[in-house]
């Protein structure tokens, strides 16, 4: 079957469619890998915009109004507005005082007419290092200073990416049964026709049905409760750290985190953790985790969501500690495995931004740290 031997056209002519080892530190830390991830997260922000004036009908949505009555499948459809239009061309518009024809007339050559169509810490104390204030090394202030840009470069991508998906809207919407729908076969073939007139046949073979506001009355009824996919989060809090010297603090904690729900409760995601604090020595302790996480968040009340995650993977230390001291000789700079777990609340906001709240526990450098932190995921 192809979609162009269903094509209603109201025009006389359209063109056709065009297919598209850890690394131990001395005397200073290496924050090469950190400016890299800022400046991949700026190019991220090139390009990003508001959403397209189209809206796109899911397949299992098109399939299941194609076989309730005409009549009545206009009343509730279910759309997705896209981030950039599809290659479709415009149709005829219909109105409110539009004649409404269930049955089409099939002309000679089977067209319709009249239609329209996202550590080992080392416990010393210093040695040598006399009066006044030492002088300290180790790399930590470094590692806070290329944080702290590459925090600022995702805060400003989540803004970005929220300003795109808050403007999109998902839910249903009430059509006019002329509406047209653009329909997309699976052989790139195109045809626009009323959404009456659409049978299951036309729809089994579409790759993707494309409706717009300004070809037909339209009304929207209500959004889709909050629906994961791809996700992109940043959260920001306290969370402690363990000093080479064995004491555990608490300072300024950030999550970075980007991964994939392939269902509503699982989530498989990366996730970056930047933290620091002032040590003894009123030097910079510096912390960076690097994970592998689950989240699952099976319980629902209404717009509230909870569950659980965990997560594997890699903590490293950048300590200022005074020079001469066996910590000043790169011994407050070491790397450990981390295992994360934790607690997690969400607040829907929006069919794809929720509010996001996290406490939990960190295992690394043979020590246990906490953090609480909330922000906002993207999905």
């Not at 005082?97 to 104390?125: C, D, K, L, N, W």
């Not at 990416?161 to 790139?188: I, T």
């Not at 494309?210 to 070809?215: C, G, K, L």
């Not at 659980?308 to 300590?319: A, I, T």
Request: charged share 20%; aromatic share 6%.
């Amino acid at each position: 079957m192809s979609l162009k031997r269903h094509t209603v056209s109201a025009t006389t002519h359209r063109e056709p469619r065009r297919c598209k080892d850890l690394r131990r530190h001395s005397d200073c830390c290496d924050t090469e890998p950190m400016r890299l991830v800022a400046m991949v997260t700026a190019g991220l922000l090139v390009g990003s915009g508001c959403a397209a004036n189209s809206y796109k009908i899911p397949t299992s949505e098109l399939q299941r109004i194609s076989t309730l009555p005409p009549e009545v499948r206009s009343q509730r459809v279910l759309v997705s507005q896209e981030i950039t239009a599809s290659d479709v061309g415009p149709a005829q518009p219909v109105s409110e005082t539009t004649e409404v024809i269930f049955i089409p007339e099939v002309r000679v050559g089977g067209t319709y007419s009249g239609g329209y169509r996202h550590g080992s810490g080392v416990s010393t104390g210093t040695r040598g290092g006399g009066g006044g204030v030492p002088k300290l090394s180790g790399g930590g202030s470094d590692g806070k200073a290329a944080a702290v840009a590459v925090i600022v470069l995702a805060a400003v991508a989540l803004v970005a990416v929220a300003g795109v998906e808050g403007s999109r809207f998902d839910g249903w919407v009430r059509l006019h049964p002329m509406h047209p729908v653009h329909l997309v076969g699976k052989d790139g073939s195109q045809a626009v026709m009323p959404l009456a007139w659409i049978d299951p046949q036309a729809a089994a073979f579409t790759e993707k049905a494309i409706v717009r506001p300004n070809e037909g009355p339209w009304l929207q009824l209500e959004r889709k409760p909050l629906t994961r996919g791809a996700t992109y989060g940043v959260y920001g809090g306290y969370g402690s750290s363990r000093s080479v010297y064995g004491d555990v603090n608490a300072g300024p904690s950030f999550v970075i985190q980007g991964g994939y729900f392939p269902v509503q409760q699982i989530g498989i995601l990366a996730t970056v953790e930047l933290m620091w604090r002032d040590n003894r020595y009123n030097g910079t302790l510096f912390e960076s985790r690097y994970l592998a996480e689950i989240q699952a968040l099976p319980l629902v009340l209404g717009p509230l969501h909870a569950g659980v995650y965990g997560g594997y993977g890699f903590s490293y230390r950048w300590e200022d500690t005074p020079v001469g001291t066996i910590e000043g000789q790169g011994k407050g700079n070491d790397g450990s495995r981390a295992m994360t777990g934790g607690a997690m609340l969400q607040l829907d906001l929006h069919t794809r931004i929720a509010l996001t709240a996290r406490m939990g526990v960190v295992s690394s450098h043979g020590d246990k740290q906490t953090d609480a932190l909330i922000g906002i995921s993207v999905y």
